[in-house]
């Protein structure tokens, strides 16, 4: 038998209908890369992305197409993503931080029919031009005044131009809630990129879960500043959620710098953010060089990368700030966890609390989480055995994009993450490693990141890095880089001492090993595989032929 409610496909271009009637006045804010500050509402928006709606179906673009947008996080992106996802089209957002040779290589891979792009792009697409055959049209997100910057660029069409010139006559929606709406390429740190492909049905079941109180919780009364990138993971989903609730939304363009983030915050009264760690060191350094405070802002996420403890008690105890730690990937859309705390947690004194806001988080209703070992065994939930972390769930990737890499799931539905993580008795998920980087010691696992993140707090340390090297007895040992902070000289013996007592002894690196540079990869994280390969070669004090342990 089956239940007899209507049937309402689960399609995003409702939330910007939802927005734009019963929200339409409410204002977007952006730093627009020509310049100046620009503002828009949810019913200017819907009726523009309309307009580009009908520019793409007049570019010939159908249901299934792929349109790719390179672009910052502004108003216009937002009515590119919808114009596009609202016909059935998918958006395919391409990430500005890869190489010119990746970005080509997932623009052919997704076979991106039109490029919207901002002016900060054009060289780059000025040169690769031809290396990007499926592309058809190329949209500047600017006016006429700018399209000058473009003339090396024969064809490409204004954006501005195309809301002028086309209606906002055009349905929207009327296709299966399965269609695809976006696809994001993971930034490949381990082969060539491979594509997520999220539907209309899971972007909005993610919007859904976001919403509740104790997940992002937002509210028609907040102020939202979407720093996370629209081309990363969706921007958290923001760009979904905000609409959904009819807040004012906040976005900063190209300039993620503190200065600029901070001015946005203070003049447009912004009471929630989102972004990953670095984005906040710099917004706190300038706070405190200016001898600032947040006058509303209340509550911000951080996610991407493990926030580290002093930035969480900076918030805390200097600004008043609620810090939500969060968890996820690509490929779960990407909320997985949160650091929210239980009636149990929360009513104990902060410095008791602190050790599980630092933690990855609990599961919101919509997550299915389980820890297993290396032949799939279910492991326990106590806060100390480290194993592998997997996820399931209606916004969890089930294949990628031309099934590249093959079948992802397990006998039981579950996606790997590829993290290794524990999970306490309170349900406190932590994330202890990536399995490509876990040092794997005489059968045990030893924590690269936990390693790093002690040894990153010694003075004279910028940034640390811990890489497994081959070693003939042990399989592989820690090995510790260090950048030094400018003008620091120091040895390994500080290092080691440093980290004596704070780490087992059988997890102490074998050498430490100083270094100009700590690659970064695409999206901010130490580029591991990158190290590795630079170290190749490097034999272990302990690995020499006599040196044996
Ligand atoms: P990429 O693998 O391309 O960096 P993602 O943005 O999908 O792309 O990164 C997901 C990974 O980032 C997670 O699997 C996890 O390893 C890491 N990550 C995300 N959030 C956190 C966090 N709060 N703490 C620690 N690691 C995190």
Redesign the pocket.
């Known amino acids: 038998m089956l239940g007899l409610m209507q049937d309402w496909p689960l399609t995003v271009d409702k939330i910007l209908d939802h927005a734009a009637e019963w929200h339409g006045g409410r204002e977007i804010v952006s730093r627009s890369l020509e310049g100046p500050i620009v503002r828009t509402t949810y019913g200017a928006m819907h009726d523009r992305a309309k307009r580009i709606s009908n520019a793409l179906k007049a570019m010939g673009v159908k249901l299934g197409d792929r349109v790719a947008t390179l672009a910052w996080n502004s108003g216009r992106h937002m009515e590119a993503w919808y114009g596009i996802m609202g016909i059935g089209a998918v958006c395919h957002t391409l990430n500005p931080r890869l190489f010119a040779d990746q970005l080509c290589y997932i623009i052919n891979h997704a076979e991106d029919k039109v490029l919207f792009t901002d002016l900060t792009f054009l060289p780059t697409l000025v040169e690769r031009r031809a290396q990007m055959p499926s592309v058809e049209q190329v949209v500047v997100m600017t006016d006429r005044d700018h399209m000058g910057a473009a003339a090396a660029l024969p064809g490409a069409l204004c954006f501005e131009t195309l809301v002028e010139e086309h209606s906002p006559d055009c349905v929207w929606g009327g296709f299966d809630e399965h269609t695809a709406a976006g696809i994001c390429y993971?930034?490949?740190?381990t082969g060539n990129p491979k594509g997520v492909v999220y539907s209309h049905r899971s972007n909005f079941l993610h919007t859904l879960v976001t919403l509740q109180r104790d997940v992002m919780g937002l509210s028609l009364h907040d102020v939202a500043l979407m720093v996370a990138p629209m081309f990363?993971?969706n921007a958290w989903g923001l760009a979904f959620s905000c609409p959904a609730v009819g807040c004012k939304l906040v976005m900063p363009g190209q300039r993620l710098d503190g200065a600029a983030v901070l001015e946005l915050i203070e003049t447009e009264g912004v009471t929630f953010a989102g972004a990953v760690p670095t984005v906040w060191q710099m917004l706190l350094q300038e706070v405190r060089a200016r001898k600032a405070s947040f006058s509303t802002l209340k509550r911000v996420l951080?996610?991407?990368?493990?926030?580290p403890e002093a930035l969480m008690r900076a918030f805390h105890d200097d600004y008043g700030v609620e810090v939500i730690?969060?968890?996820?990937?690509?490929?779960t859309s990407?909320m997985g966890t949160l650091g929210v705390l239980t009636p149990e947690i929360a009513a104990l004194p902060y410095e008791e609390q602190l050790p599980y806001r630092l933690k990855?988080g609990r599961t919101p209703m919509g997550v299915e989480l389980k820890l297993v070992d290396d032949s799939g065994r279910r492991l326990p939930h106590d806060g100390e055995t480290m194993g592998r972390l997997k996820v399931k769930g209606g916004f969890v990737a089930a294949r990628y994009f031309k099934a590249e890499g093959g079948d992802i799931l397990d006998a039981d539905g579950f996606f790997d993450?590829?993290?290794m993580a524990t999970i306490d008795a309170a349900g406190f998920m932590q994330?202890t490693d990536?399995v490509k980087d876990v040092i794997k010691s005489g059968g045990e696992w030893i924590s690269s990141i936990e390693i790093e993140n002690l040894a990153v707090a010694h003075p004279k340390a910028m940034l640390a890095a811990v890489i497994g090297v081959a070693h003939p007895k042990w399989d592989e040992r820690p090995l510790l880089l260090v950048k030094l902070r400018e003008g620091e000289s120091a040895t390994r013996a500080e290092f080691l001492e440093f980290l004596e007592g704070k780490i087992a002894r059988w997890w102490m690196p074998d050498d430490v090993v100083f270094v100009d540079e700590i690659p970064l990869?695409?999206?901010g994280?130490i580029d591991k595989k990158l190290l590795r390969h630079r170290m190749e070669g490097y034999v272990l004090p302990t690995a020499q032929a006599d040196g044996v342990k």
């Open positions: 993971t930034s490949g740190t990363h993971a951080i996610g991407g990368s493990a926030v730690h969060a968890w996820g990937m690509t490929e990407p990855q993450t590829g993290d994330i990536r990869g695409a999206t994280k």
